[in-house]
């Protein structure tokens, strides 16, 4: 059985995705596993302008409730685990060739995840605390915006940041 934090982790990471993808951004891989690590979401921008490529962001999902110690997860990116998810990003696009010759960028969002004490009134309770295989939020949070909290399995979620460009490659 998993874990609160790792369901926790699970539901901002699909929230992150459906937040993109209502963006106009094609998701490209959540989750994404190497031996260096994980990649929490890869993402392809929406657009290229002519004869530019287009962007594929690698977004770091942080989740925390409310009372944590590493403001809001931002903390956390210590220089190990961006050399860390540099690695993994080497590692995606040796996998996925065809992505390379996107201009590549490192984002993080941070997404709080409160557990509600009690199931919404509109999720059935054998439901309320088990999380389905497959996540996909797209549609169950059709408006997805910073700062605004939403309902999802039990769970209230709101994306805090999201910052472009988080930290480069030097």
């Known amino acids: 059985?998993?874990?609160?934090?790792?369901?926790?982790?699970?539901?901002?990471?699909?929230?992150?995705?459906?937040?993109?993808?209502?963006?106009?951004?094609?998701?490209?891989?959540?989750?994404?596993?190497?031996?260096?690590?994980?990649?929490?979401?890869?993402?392809?921008?929406?657009?290229?302008?002519?004869?530019?490529?287009?962007?594929?962001?690698?977004?770091?999902?942080?989740?925390?409730?409310?009372?944590?110690?590493?403001?809001?997860?931002?903390?956390?990116?210590?220089?190990?685990?961006?050399?860390?998810?540099?690695?993994?990003?080497?590692?995606?696009?040796?996998?996925?060739?065809?992505?390379?010759d996107d201009a590549c960028r490192f984002d993080v969002a941070a997404v709080r995840c409160d557990h509600l004490s009690t199931a919404p009134s509109n999720i059935p309770a054998n439901q309320a605390f088990a999380l389905p295989d497959h996540l996909d939020l797209a549609q169950q949070c059709p408006n997805i915006s910073l700062a605004r909290s939403q309902v999802v399995h039990s769970h209230r979620l709101t994306l805090q940041h999201h910052i472009p460009n988080a930290f480069d490659l030097s």
């Open 1 to 100: 059985m998993p874990t609160p934090q790792h369901q926790s982790g699970v539901l901002g990471e699909a929230f992150v995705a459906a937040w993109l993808q209502q963006q106009g951004w094609e998701l490209v891989v959540q989750r994404w596993r190497c031996r260096w690590g994980e990649l929490d979401v890869v993402a392809r921008s929406p657009t290229s302008k002519k004869n530019q490529p287009k962007v594929l962001a690698f977004v770091e999902v942080k989740t925390r409730s409310r009372k944590n110690w590493d403001q809001d997860g931002l903390l956390a990116l210590i220089p190990s685990k961006r050399n860390k998810l540099i690695r993994a990003a080497q590692a995606f696009l040796s996998e996925f060739p065809e992505l390379s």
